[in-house]
């Protein structure tokens, strides 16, 4: 089955940039999706097809997807960006959808 | 706006069954894939299973073939899941989710009911 590997945790510091990755083989060949879940919460959608922002998801937040890794970028970051990011992926393999392990976003 | 209730969670036995239930609002439930999706406490998520907007295609997580069974009622604007033979490690957050459609996202999300499978 496919695999989907994130760093646990990532800190940073408060107005500066925050990158998350999501590794898989060849996973440019795929569409990325970026959920944020802060703590008791569900999760929300904050990056779709690699790059698309939802409605109401501040510009600070982007994506890429190249070759075996997509980013998350978290610009001028916030303490309410604070959150478990997990990335997401649709594969041919015996589970279809596949979410990578999430990473702890920490602002210092 | 696009509500997700879920319900049904509670406290069950090794080997019992449970129901969840999923009431949407908001939107036209008729038109989209939905989905089921867990986290285990202080795990990541996990996707159980979805179905198609007619009802006519059904796809299970490996580790829930055969024990669970999702189903919607259009007319109600639910989506259910039918757990039996539960077992420890089916004890999670279980959310229910719009989308389960080849490549598409998830977009919304309900607030998850919790299952707690333990004698």
């Known amino acids: 089955s496919y695999v989907l590997t994130q760093p646990p945790s990532v800190s940073v510091a408060p107005g500066k940039t925050a990158r998350i990755t999501c590794g898989g083989n060849?996973?440019?060949?795929?569409?990325v999706h970026w959920y944020q879940q802060k703590p008791g919460q569900a999760p929300v959608l904050v990056i779709y097809?690699?790059?698309d922002r939802p409605s109401g998801i501040p510009e600070r937040f982007s994506g890429s997807n190249s070759g075996n890794t997509a980013t998350l970028t978290i610009s001028r970051v916030e303490a309410g960006d604070e959150a478990d990011y997990y990335c997401?992926?649709?594969?041919?393999?015996?589970?279809?959808?596949?979410f990578g392990g999430g990473t702890k976003l920490t602002v210092l | 706006q696009v509500q997700l209730v879920e319900s049904g969670g509670g406290l069950v036995k090794p080997g019992g069954s449970l129901r969840l239930s999923c009431a949407a609002s908001?939107?036209?439930?008729?038109?989209?894939?939905m989905s089921w999706i867990r986290q285990a406490p202080g795990k990541g998520l996990e996707w159980v299973s979805y179905?198609?907007?007619?009802?006519?295609?059904?796809y299970y997580a490996d580790s829930v073939k055969g024990r669970f069974t999702i189903s919607r009622d259009n007319a109600k604007n639910s989506l259910y899941l039918q757990m039996n033979s539960l077992r420890a490690e089916d004890t999670a957050v279980y959310y229910c989710?719009?989308?389960?459609?080849?490549?598409?996202?998830?977009?919304?999300w309900g607030q998850g009911t919790l299952v707690t499978v333990s004698s």
């Open positions: 908001g939107f036209t439930f008729s038109d989209y894939y």
């Open positions: 997401q992926v649709w594969d041919s393999s015996s589970d279809p959808v596949v």
């Open positions: 179905i198609s907007s007619s009802g006519s295609t059904i």
């Open positions: 097809y690699d790059s």
């Open positions: 060849n996973i440019g060949s795929k569409s």
């Open positions: 989710a719009r989308g389960g459609q080849q490549l598409a996202p998830f977009d919304y």
